[in-house]
Structures are given as structure tokens and as C-alpha cells.
């Protein structure tokens, strides 16, 4: 727990420092939200009907951004190297990595999901708005670890910025869906009682994918033969 | 694992490294008892910041044997990891924080509260205490060079491993590596340095070892293991 705190706390420390790089994630994510409303013009309903795929995207795309960045800083000056000299497990390594991008990204929520309420003219309560937090804060964690992963892994290469979406879109589709359908009941009602099972199966693919990856990071960190 | 393997600092035989069809170390045998020091020489691309990273444990031999500290490198890492220290062309330092956070996070991530008592002591000794609170960022390549040797004073390893230590260092940090150098080699410390530093790698190590196109091709020794003459 040491560790992960310390090297959670350094990367928190950097984005706090460099605010510039974390409100350019927002920024990103905030034009998508737009460019989707002016993709589909006027008709308000459409747009309401679309809001949670708006969201889900919303993240899912502002989420590469993000992780692309977590891993940079990492490799400049080789600092990645670094932290394996220490006595430092690569899995406490990959919790710390993956708990800073989850939180970065739940963060992008409030300002996300208020935009859309104003956009979209949504009429939504204070539960319904901690549902849809609540189901990007799951969608977040979910795109979090099996990113980290990915992200550490692509980081070597020349064109991370396209190798990284490549590989962790279709990864992540159960995420998505999840993530959608749930957004979709807590906004326009949930007459069969079906919330529950969209955000139990949400949760189970979470705790897969930070299992997993938490497991498979020393082979992305790592230098084999 | 031999007893060789076990009773020295460092020991290789037939170890090899390939990038692709490349080799960059080929055919290495090698012997460091423990508290020698040990000079890394050759041309540019002779394959000795390859050497130091596998003895790292950075990079995975592509062929051979490599125990260091009585540790096998294919197996047994974090231990290795645990007695070892690298400074190198790259520092591992993080631009957004200050020397002080470097080193409060090094000593952290090492579980030490010796460590973490040391960090002032650590500033002062490289002459980096006026600018602590400065992020690393804002050095000198030779500020930062020093911060990645207090870093390396601060992890306590049996074994140092240094590349190019004099590089982008004054005249006063140069003393400053050559002084701890040779205190760490005095208290019973293993070192293999590689430098293109002829004088002060004389000075200071015991053994000389030549490297040329990825293959040891001499050997030398300088002086006696433990004679500070």
C-alpha cells in the first residue's frame, strides 16, 4: 500500500503541476459533447435519446488522451526505469498508475454530465445526476485498468497516440455498453428493474480487467529477451 | 548456479545480448568479487551501457549466465533490484517535482526511514540543498546529474553501476563522484563503471576492463583490490 500511495501521489502531485495537460483532457472531452449536438442538429429528443452514447464516447475518447499522457511522463527521462530499480512491485506499480487515470477521469464527470444536462435540456434530478456520475465513475474504472496496460505497453512505440485506441476500443466494449445502458435507465426510467443488472455486470467486468491487467503489467514494463 | 556465481559481486559467463540480428555483447566472461572496482573501457557502441543494464537486471541476456549478488537475473530480480544502484545516461527524474520530492519519494519507494532521514544529508553532500525546493525541470544537466546521485546514495546498494558518471559535470561535481566513489569503495562496495574519463577512472578502479564490438578483449589490473595508492 506503501508504494502505490507513493507513486499515486506523485502522479497527482505532476497533474496538479501541470494543470494545463489534465484541463486540456476536459477541454476534449467537452468539444465532443458539442460536436456530437451539432452533428445531429436541432431535434432535442434526438439528442436526449443520445445523451448516455454521447457520454460513454465522451469518455471513451477523452480517455485515450489521458492515457497517453499518464504513460509520457513515465517515459521521458526514462523515469519508468527508475521506479523498477526500486523494491517495487509491478503490480503496486500498475494499481497506482491505473487508481491516478480512474480518478482522473471520474473527475471529467460533474463538468461532463453538466454540460449535457444544459445541452440535451435533460430533466434530471440530484439522483439521477449521482446515477450518471456513478455509472461514469464504473465506466472510468473500466477503461482505466486494461488503458494503463495498454498504455504502458504502446508507449514505446512511434505511433502510440493510433496504436493505443486500436487496441483498447475493442477491449473495452463491454464497458461501453454497460456504461450506456446503464446511463440509459437512470435517465428515462427503469420500469423492469434491469439497473441492477447492468451495473452488477459493469462492476464484474471492473474487477476482471484491474484484476488481469494487474497481473499481465510486468510483461508491458518489462524489457524481454 | 556455481559457487563462482555465488561468492562474487558479479558473475557472466557466455552471456550475450541481441537486438534483432544485432549482437551488442557477445561471448562475455566475467568475475567482480565483492569491494572491487571495476572500469568499463571501450569506444562508443562497444557495449557497455549494455553490460550495466543487464547487470541492472534492466535488460534480459539473450544468451548465457548472469548472477549478480549471488542472484540468478532470469529469476531472481527484485533481489538483484534490492542490491543494486544505476546511474546512468538517463536519470529517471521527474521534471514536475522538486529535488526534495525526488529524493522523500526514492526513499518512499525504498521502505527505508534511513532513507527518508537522509534526504537533507543526501541535498547537502551533492550541493543541492539552496536549490531543494526547485523543480527539476528548471536544472543544469549537471544539477541533474547530481540529484540522480543523491538518488543513488540514498538507495544504500552493494553494488554500484555507473555510466558516463563525469558527463555534463564541473570540475567540482567531478570530485564530488571521484570522493564517493571512492568512500563507497573503501566501506566495502562493488563498483563497474564505465567512463571515457581515462584519468579519473584510473584513479579510481582497481581493474580495467577493455570492450570492443560487443566482446571483452583485455583485461588489466590497476592495483591491488583494497589499495587506495
Known sequence: MRVVWSILAKDLLLEWRERARTLSVVLFAVVTLLLFSFALGPDVEALRAGTPGFLVLALLLSSTLALNESFRIEREDRALEGLLMRPVGSMAMFYAKALANALLLTLLAPVVVGLAVVLYSLEVGPPALAGLVGCWALGAAGLAAPGTLYAAMTSRLKTQDVALPILLFPLVVPVLLGSVKAMDLVLFGDAMNQLQSWVSLLLAFDVIYWAVCGVLFRYAVEEGE | ?229
Open chain 2, 1 to 229: 548456479m556455481g559457487a563462482h556465481a555465488r561468492e562474487s559481486a558479479v558473475h557472466a559467463s557466455g552471456l550475450g545480448r541481441r537486438f534483432g540480428r544485432y549482437w551488442a555483447l557477445a561471448h562475455v566472461d566475467l568475475e567482480v568479487p565483492y569491494g572491487t572496482s571495476v572500469w568499463l573501457r571501450g569506444s562508443n557502441g562497444a557495449g557497455k551501457t549494455t553490460l550495466l543494464r543487464l547487470v541492472a537486471s534492466l535488460s534480459t541476456p539473450s544468451c548465457g549466465e548472469l548472477a549478480v549478488g549471488g542472484h540468478d537475473v532470469y529469476r531472481q530480480r527484485a533481489a538483484i533490484r534490492r542490491s543494486v544502484s544505476l546511474v546512468s545516461h538517463a536519470l529517471y527524474l521527474y521534471a514536475g517535482l522538486t529535488a526534495r520530492e525526488t529524493l522523500a519519494m526514492w526513499a518512499q519507494l525504498g521502505g527505508t526511514a534511513a532513507a527518508a532521514r537522509d534526504v537533507e544529508r543526501r541535498l547537502d553532500e551533492v550541493g543541492l540543498a539552496a536549490a531543494a525546493d526547485r523543480r527539476v525541470g528548471e536544472f543544469s544537466a549537471g544539477m541533474r546529474k547530481r540529484l540522480a546521485l543523491a538518488r543513488a546514495l540514498l538507495e544504500a546498494p552493494r553494488i554500484l553501476l555507473l555510466d558516463e558518471p563525469f558527463s555534463s559535470l564541473d570540475r567540482a561535481g567531478c570530485e564530488l563522484v571521484e570522493a564517493w566513489v571512492r568512500r563507497f569503495a573503501e566501506t566495502g562496495g562493488t563498483v563497474l563503471m564505465a567512463s571515457h574519463d581515462h584519468e579519473r577512472s584510473r584513479a579510481l578502479c582497481e581493474r580495467v576492463i577493455d570492450l570492443e564490438d560487443g566482446q571483452i578483449v583485455g583485461r588489466e589490473t590497476l592495483r591491488a583490490t583494497g589499495d587506495p595508492s
